[in-house]
């Protein structure tokens, strides 16, 4: 009981903090900031959202499109239906249940395709791996070019406490690996059987022979998301003339805070507004723009991920 308790509270408690800082907002908000708001979303130009989904769509396509080759070495020809269903189940798990899309995904690929989950989830954990190399290189070029801003926003976090713990949890981590490799112990033996197929799942990506259609595809998925990031800058005319390295910027802040919430609900939109605003946009116009491009990317993520939830058991009943 108290495990289900404890897995209720930890997808409950973003979702509700998330909502909270939506209220909060609403209120500090003066009556001038809300009709400002309200405005803005009358009169955005919203043509410049569905450019930004189309190309939401084509990252979704090269994501499915990517894991074939990590697929293919170890031995398996899955449909491209399949893996773009599971990947759009992916989104969507995400938003409900932080972190448990990767899972969801295996499932979805063991079920209808009858790859192994220990090794579909290894190549999930590989591109996920190659995926946070890309986003510690975009964090760290944004942070180097775009110092004086970024600084000015982070200026009330503790950093000296969080590299004590960062430190901690190093030498933590570093020990349990440690462990883990040199231990002779007979049930740390039979963990490394079991996830014998999870480390040739995640090795697949860099021991295949089609390494660099790989890397490139990994590199236009992320090419997408900064490109409908950038689009959408057009839809307000307050964001319209910003500049590449602002938009990055807060790219960056925004990928960060949906990787630690579900999907960014509520957080979202007032990192972005707190963001821009640094650099001179109006609060008001910030949330508004932060609204939509997270509207417009979770109504895309929902009804991709439920018609693939609908469609796979239909399509792909047979197996």
């Known amino acids: ?7 209720f509270l930890s997808i409950i408690l973003p979702l509700l903090l998330g909502v909270f800082l939506i209220i909060y907002m609403y209120r500090q908000s003066t009556p001038q900031e809300l009709a400002d708001m309200k405005n803005s979303f009358k009169t955005a130009d919203y043509f410049y959202v569905y450019i930004s989904l189309i190309i939401g769509l084509t990252g979704f396509w090269a994501r499915a499109y990517r894991w074939k080759y990590t697929l293919a070495h170890l031995g398996y020809n899955v449909p491209f239906g399949i893996k773009f269903g599971s990947v759009c189940i992916t989104y969507i798990m995400n938003m409900l249940i932080p972190r ?18 220990d090794k579909a989830f290894g190549t999930i954990i590989a591109e996920r791996i190659i995926d946070l190399i890309l986003l510690v290189i975009v964090v760290a070029l944004t942070a180097a070019l775009q110092f004086d801003a970024v ?7 503790p950093f000296r406490q969080l590299f004590f713990y960062g430190t901690v949890a190093g030498i933590l981590f ?13 049930w740390v033996q039979k963990i490394k059987l079991k996830i014998s197929g999870l480390t040739e799942g995640v090795l697949s990506a860099f021991k295949m022979p089609n390494k660099w259609p790989f890397f490139l595809l990994s590199l236009y998925i992320w090419f997408s998301y900064v490109l409908m990031f950038y689009v959408t800058i057009y839809a307000l005319p307050e964001t319209a003339g ?40 109006p609060k008001a116009a910030g949330f508004a723009f932060g609204c939509i ?3 417009s990317q979770t109504g895309q993520i929902l009804f991709l991920g439920g018609l693939s939830f609908l469609l796979l058991p239909i399509v792909y009943r047979n197996k």
Request: a positive charge; zero cysteines; proline letters at 2%.
């Open 1 to 7: 009981m108290n495990k289900k308790l404890s897995k």
């Open 100 to 117: 448990s899309g990767e899972v969801s995904r295996a499932v979805a690929l063991n079920k209808y395709a009858g790859v192994p989950f």
């Open 151 to 157: 600084e000015a926003y982070l200026a009330d976090i």
């Open 174 to 186: 570093i020990g349990s690996v440690l462990f883990f490799m040199y231990s002779k112990m007979a």
């Open 242 to 281: 910003l500049s590449f390295g602002t938009v990055i910027t807060a790219f960056v802040i925004g990928s960060i805070v949906i990787t630690f919430t579900n999907g960014g609900t509520g957080f979202f939109p007032v990192a972005i507004s707190n963001i821009l605003y640094v650099y001179g946009v």
């Open 293 to 295: 491009v997270w509207g």
